[in-house]
C-alpha cells in the first residue's frame, strides 16, 4: 500500500495534488502575461491605456501571484500527505469538492477584475468587485469564500495527520496552515482609519511571507531532501524545528519594517530593525542545510564505491537548489538592503521594493512550487529516476536569468528614485516624475522588459517540459 | 558512555522553536495593544483643546496643515494651524467631516488606488507617492497644477484633475479615467487631506520642501 502512494498511482490524494499543481500553474502563466503588459506600460504608457490600465494589469499580476502560490502550497501538502502519513488522506472527497468551489470563485474574481475593474464608492463595490487592498483586492464575498475553502483543507491536514504517522514535518505543516488560515481573517474589515488598516493588513501580508510561508518551504525543503536524495529522516527534522524557531523567532517581531511610517509609534523603529536584520539568517541556515545534506548523503554513498549522483529527480532537485540560493539572495539580501529605518526612510515605496519582492518571492517561493510540480510529474508517471532534458535546462536558466536581470534593472531603477525623487525632490508629484523621466530609469525600464520576455519564454519551456517528460524514454523507470 | 547532547535532540528544538515562537507572538500582541490605542482616530475636541493625535479626526479638514521640522523629533511633523476653509467651509461637524472621510477612503479602495499609486508608501510604483498630496506645492496657490485646471483652490483643483484626470496629462504616463464623480471627489480630497494630517514619523523627507533642485533653480 505505502508503494502506491509513494508512487502516486492509485492515490486519490496525489490527484488531487496533481490538480492543484496544474491549476497554479496555469494562474503562474498568467501573473507572467499581465507583469509583460504593466512593464510595458512602463515603456509605452499609451498601450491599453483606459482599456487595461496598468493598476488592473498590476493586481492582476500580483493577485495571480499570491493564487498560484496558494495552489501550488495546497496541491504540495496533498501530494506529500500519504508519503508522510502513510496512510489516504482522510475527507478527499471534501477535498476535492472544495477545489473545484476554489477554482471556480478565483474565475469569477479574474473575470470582474478584467471587465468590470472599478465601481462607485460604496460598500457593494468592496463586497463584489474590489477590496482595493493591495495583494489581497479580492472582493468580501470571494474572502468569505476562501476561508471556507482553507477551513476544508486544514480540516482534511488534521484528520489525516491525527490518524496517521504523525511525522515532524507533517507537524510543522499543521501548526503553520492553521497559523497561514488564521492570519487571514485579519485582512477581512474596512476602517476609515488607514493606519488601522495598514497596520492590520501587514498582518496578513508579512506574516504570510515573512513567516507562516517560510516556515512551509522549510518544511518542503525537509521533504524533499529526504524523497530526492535520501536525506537522514532525523537529520533533517531536527534542522526543520531550528529553522522554525529562527524563522519566527525573527520573523513575527520583523513585522516591525514595515510599522516605520505608517503612523505607527517610533518604537517600531527599533523592533523592527533588530528581528529584520535577523531574518536572513535562517535563510543561511536554510541554504547550509540544503547543500550540507546533499554532499553528505553523495559523500556516504561514493564511500561505499558508487559513482552514480545520489538524485532520482534532477530538475526538482535544480529547483530546491534554487530555492536555497533564491531564498537567501532575494528575501535575505535584498530585504536586509533596505529594512533599516534610516536607509528606508529613502528607499520606502520606491522600486527598491520592486526589485526585491521579484528576486524574493521567486526565490522563495516559485522555485520550490516548480520543483514541486516535477516531483509529482515524477510521481504519476511512475519514474525512479527523472532525468534533466534540454528543455528543462532551458526552462530554469531562462526563468532564473531573467527574473535576476529585472531584479538588477529594478534595482538601477530603485537607485534613480532614491536619489532623484526622494534625496533631491523630497518625493513630491514633479519630484516623482524628474526621477521617472531619467535616462537611467527608463534604461532600466527598458530592460526590465527585455527580462520578462525571456522569463516569459522560459516559462513556455517549462509548461511544455511539465506536459512531455513524463513520457520522455530517457528516464530511468 | 556519554548521555546523548541536547544540542542533537530532536525534542529539544521542538520546545525551543514553540517557545520562540509563543514569545515572540506574545510580544507581537501586548505591542498592538499599546499601537492599536496610540492610532486610534481623535476627536473634533482633540483638535479644538489642541491634543495631538497620531491620526487626527475628519474635522481637521476645516484646518490648515503644514509639515514642519521638529527639533524635538529631528524629522517632520504635521502641524495642524488655524482654520482654513475647504470647500468654502471650515465649520464641518464630526458627522459630516466622518462622512466626507468615509466616501473617500471607500472611494480609494473601490478605485484601486493603491494599485498606481503608494499610500504611506505602500501600494504601486506606477505614479506618486499621495501620503502628503494635500501639501504639494504644485496643488497651492502658485502651484503648476492648480493652474492647469483653472481652479481658484487646491480643494477644487484636486477634484477637477480627479474627475477628468486625462484631460490633465502631467507626464507621458497619465491617469485614466475611472468614472468619478464630483461628489466622490470631493470625499478622496477630504482623504487626501485628512491622509497629510497623519503623523508618519517624517515619511517622506524634506516633502516639498526643495523645489527644482535638480535643474539648479
Redesign the interface.
Known amino acids: 500500500m505505502a508503494n502506491n502512494h509513494l508512487t502516486g498511482i492509485g492515490s486519490e490524494s496525489k490527484q488531487l495534488a496533481t490538480w492543484y499543481l496544474t491549476v497554479a500553474a496555469i494562474l503562474f502563466g498568467a501573473q507572467l502575461l499581465f507583469g509583460l503588459v ?1 512593464a510595458i ?2 515603456v509605452m ?2 498601450f491599453l ?2 482599456i487595461l ?4 494589469a ?2 492582476l499580476h500580483i493577485n495571480a501571484l499570491v493564487v498560484w502560490m496558494v495552489f501550488a502550497m495546497f496541491g504540495s501538502v496533498y501530494w506529500l500527505l500519504p508519503d508522510e502519513t502513510g496512510i489516504e488522506t482522510i475527507g478527499i472527497k471534501v477535498g476535492k469538492l472544495l477545489f473545484w468551489v476554489f477554482t471556480a470563485a478565483i474565475v469569477v474574481v479574474v473575470l470582474v477584475f478584467l471587465f468590470v ?7 457593494t ?2 463586497w463584489f ?6 495583494y489581497i ?1 479580492a472582493p468580501r464575498w470571494a474572502d468569505i469564500g476562501i476561508v471556507v475553502v482553507v477551513l476544508g483543507f486544514v480540516f482534511n491536514l488534521y484528520a489525516t495527520g491525527m490518524k496517521g504517522n504523525r511525522s ?1 514535518i507533517v ?1 510543522v505543516i499543521m501548526a503553520d496552515m492553521l497559523a497561514f488560515a488564521g492570519i487571514y481573517l485579519a485582512g477581512m474589515f ?10 492590520w493588513w501587514w498582518w496578513v501580508i508579512h506574516l504570510w511571507v515573512e513567516a507562516t510561508w517560510e516556515v512551509y518551504v522549510g518544511a518542503l525543503a525537509a521533504y524533499g531532501l529526504i524523497t530526492m536524495i535520501g536525506a537522514h529522516r ?1 537529520v533533517v ?2 534542522w526543520l ?2 529553522e ?2 529562527m524563522l ?2 525573527s520573523g ?2 520583523g ?1 516591525g519594517h ?12 527599533e ?1 523592527g530593525a533588530l528581528f529584520s536584520a535577523l531574518e536572513p539568517l535562517p535563510l543561511v541556515a536554510m541554504f547550509i542545510h540544503v547543500l550540507y545534506d546533499w554532499g553528505k548523503t553523495q559523500g556516504a554513498q561514493e564511500a561505499l564505491g558508487k559513482k552514480t549522483s545520489v538524485i532520482n529527480n534532477k530538475p526538482a532537485f535544480t529547483w530546491f537548489v534554487l530555492n536555497a540560493f533564491g531564498n537567501f539572495l532575494g528575501a535575505g539580501v535584498w530585504g536586509f538592503f533596505h529594512t533599516m529605518p534610516q536607509v528606508n ?2 528607499t ?4 527598491f ?2 526589485a526585491h519582492g521579484h528576486l524574493a518571492f521567486f526565490g522563495a517561493y516559485a522555485t520550490i512550487l516548480i520543483g514541486m510540480m516535477y516531483l509529482a510529474v515524477q510521481g504519476t508517471n511512475g519514474i525512479k529516476v527523472l532525468r534533466s532534458t534540454k528543455t528543462s535546462i532551458w526552462a530554469v536558466s531562462m526563468i532564473a536569468g531573467g527574473v535576476l536581470g529585472m531584479t538588477v534593472a529594478l534595482t538601477l531603477a530603485g537607485y534613480v ?1 532614491v536619489l ?1 525623487s ?9 519630484g ?3 526621477g ?2 531619467g535616462m537611467w530609469f527608463s534604461q532600466a525600464m527598458d530592460w526590465r522588459l527585455l527580462m520578462g520576455f525571456v522569463t516569459f519564454l522560459g516559462f513556455l519551456l517549462l509548461a511544455k517540459d511539465l506536459l512531455t517528460t513524463g513520457k520522455n524514454p530517457v528516464h530511468e523507470r | 558512555m556519554t548521555n546523548k547532547s541536547v544540542w542533537s535532540d530532536s525534542r529539544f528544538w521542538q520546545r525551543s522553536a514553540s517557545w520562540v515562537t509563543g514569545f515572540a507572538a506574545i510580544l507581537l500582541i501586548w505591542l498592538t495593544f499599546d499601537t492599536s490605542a496610540q492610532i486610534s482616530m481623535g476627536t473634533d475636541s482633540d483638535l479644538q483643546n489642541g491634543v495631538t493625535k497620531r491620526v487626527p479626526g475628519p474635522t481637521v479638514i476645516n484646518y490648515k496643515i503644514t509639515y514642519e521640522m521638529s527639533t524635538k523629533r529631528g524629522h517632520e511633523v504635521p502641524v495642524i494651524g488655524e482654520k482654513e476653509k475647504f470647500f468654502g467651509r471650515d465649520d464641518y461637524s464630526e458627522e459630516e467631516a466622518g462622512e466626507l472621510l468615509h466616501l473617500g477612503k471607500l472611494g480609494s479602495q473601490a478605485k484601486n488606488c493603491m494599485d498606481c499609486h503608494t499610500l504611506l508608501g505602500n501600494g504601486g510604483y506606477y505614479a506618486p507617492d499621495l501620503t502628503k498630496a494635500w501639501l504639494d506645492p504644485a496643488w497651492g496657490p502658485e502651484g503648476s497644477l492648480q493652474a492647469m485646471t483653472g481652479k481658484n483652490t487646491k480643494e477644487e483643483a484636486m477634484a477637477e484633475f480627479l474627475q477628468h484626470p486625462s484631460q490633465y496629462p502631467t507626464h507621458a504616463r497619465m491617469m485614466p479615467n475611472l468614472g468619478i464623480t464630483a461628489k466622490e471627489a470631493k470625499g478622496l480630497v477630504a482623504f487626501l487631506k485628512h491622509l497629510s494630517s497623519i503623523d508618519t514619523n517624517g515619511f517622506p523627507r524634506n516633502f516639498g520642501k526643495i523645489q527644482g533642485a535638480i535643474h539648479g533653480k
Open positions: 504593466a506600460q512602463y504608457p499609451g491605456f483606459e490600465d496598468f493598476s488592473i498590476r493586481m475593474q472599478v465601481g462607485p464608492a460604496d460598500e463595490t468592496i468587485i474590489t477590496e482595493g487592498r493591495e483586492e515532524g507537524t474596512f476602517t476609515d482609519n488607514i493606519t488601522v488598516d495598514q497596520y532525523k527534522e531536527m524545528w531550528i522554525v524557531a519566527f523567532g513575527i517581531l513585522m514595515h510599522y516605520f511610517w505608517i503612523g505607527t509609534p517610533e518604537y517600531w523603529w523592533i526612510l529613502y520606502h515605496g520606491t522600486q521594493t520592486s528614485q532623484v526622494r534625496a533631491q525632490m523630497g518625493a513630491t508629484w514633479a516623482y516624475f524628474d521617472q523621466s
